[in-house]
Nanobody, 125 residues
Framework: QVQLVESGGGLVQAGGSLRLSCAAS????????MGWFRQAPGKEREFVAAVTWSGVSTWYADSVKGRFTISTANNAKNTVYLQMNSLKPEDTAVYYC?????????????????WGQGTQVTVSS
């Protein structure tokens, strides 16, 4: 059974940094894409970033380019990271880790098969 477990959320001041982690287990993820999405209260879930499990290819939402970095540790840790720098109050949301087999439309959350439980990120002004 596939499990994705996020950690690393919290409260931070604007301009600060956080690193989110997503520990993946339950299958081989070699041909999978790992993504981060977020959802603020009253808003639709939105794409943040995605990476191939090899770490070779990455994609970012325009709103986080240059501030966030997605990466993988595909050794025994099987972990995906989201390094978030220069955080803004509008980054406040629940952040979710997700996975799917490779393909197009990586920003479409409906195409992801597996999801974590989410971790809260709050950025104060």
């Amino acid at each position: 059974q596939v499990q994705l477990v996020e950690s690393g959320g919290g409260l931070v001041q604007a301009g600060g940094s956080l690193r989110l982690s997503c520990a993946a287990s339950g299958r081989t993820f070699n041909n999978y894409v790992m993504g981060w999405f977020r959802q603020a209260p009253g808003k639709e879930r939105e794409f943040v970033a995605a990476v191939t499990w090899s770490g070779v290819s990455t994609w970012y939402a325009d709103s986080v380019k240059g501030r966030f970095t997605i990466s993988t540790a595909n050794n025994a840790k099987n972990t995906v990271y989201l390094q978030m720098n220069s955080l803004k109050p509008e980054d406040t949301a629940v952040y979710y880790c997700a996975s799917r087999s490779g393909g197009s439309a990586l920003a479409d959350y409906t195409l992801y098969n597996y999801w974590g439980q989410g971790t809260q990120v709050t950025v104060s002004s």
